[in-house]
């Protein structure tokens, strides 16, 4: 009890008693320190008895087995929605809030998610932390960062599962999918037009304005 006592009166003190010896990381308690050290040490004691994933936190161990199990245990009050993580659920609630909690400083933009909100800043500082390894490629984001690695490897992970077509990238083979699905998801809000790319619709839509695009 006294120490439980000890660790909540540090949320008020900000004492930080728990000091890493190979940074300047500093914690209230000695668990969070010990967890901290490993990503020195590289150390992941907790191993998951389904697969080859092993994790520096148990929390985090847990999280991974519910892709083994199917354990969804965090439920959206409002919806159907389910999730493996805390974290994910209170993202999603955002969508009925309507609450965006992550501000720039620099400008009003506004955001559900803390990733979203580091992307959009790098808009303002010009910040390119993603770099390709084999050319002088940089992008502010990791995915396009994955997009572009392709280009080198020739890797196409999207496979489409009643032909042979693959792509570099999942877009395209949604786009490509309809042509077997006949799928028309973009309308045109003038005449009954549908079609399976918004591209073509754009070039549709000039036959109602007029505006030609030029070469």
């Known amino acids: 009890p006294g120490s439980k006592l000890k660790r909540h009166q540090r949320t008020h003190t900000g004492e930080k008693p728990f000091a890493c010896n190979q940074c300047e ?49 965090f439920a959206c009050n409002q919806c159907e929605y389910r999730s493996t993580e805390s974290s994910k659920l209170k993202r999603h609630q955002r969508t009925h809030t309507g609450e965006k909690p992550f501000a720039c400083n620099q400008c009003e933009y506004r955001s559900t998610e803390s990733s979203k909100l580091k992307r959009h800043q790098r808009t303002h500082t010009g910040e390119k932390p993603f770099a390709c390894n084999q050319c002088e490629y940089r992008s502010t984001v990791s995915s396009n960062l994955k997009r572009h690695q392709r280009t080198h490897t020739g890797e196409k992970p999207f496979a489409c599962n009643q032909c042979e077509y693959r792509s570099t990238e999942s877009g395209h083979l949604k786009t490509h999918q309809r042509t077997h699905t006949g799928e028309k998801p973009f309308a045109c809000n003038q005449c009954e037009y549908r079609c399976t790319q918004g591209g073509t619709l754009k070039k549709h839509q000039r036959t109602h304005t007029g505006v030609r695009s030029s070469l």
């Not at 050290?37 to 191993?47: E, L, S, V």
């Not at 087995?65 to 354990?71: L, S």
């Open 25 to 73: 990381y500093r914690s209230t308690e000695s668990g969070t320190l010990i967890t901290h050290q490993r990503t020195h040490t590289g150390k992941k004691p907790f191993a998951c008895n389904q697969s080859e994933y092993r994790s520096t936190e148990s929390g985090h161990l847990k999280t991974h087995q519910r892709t083994h199990t199917g354990e969804k245990p």
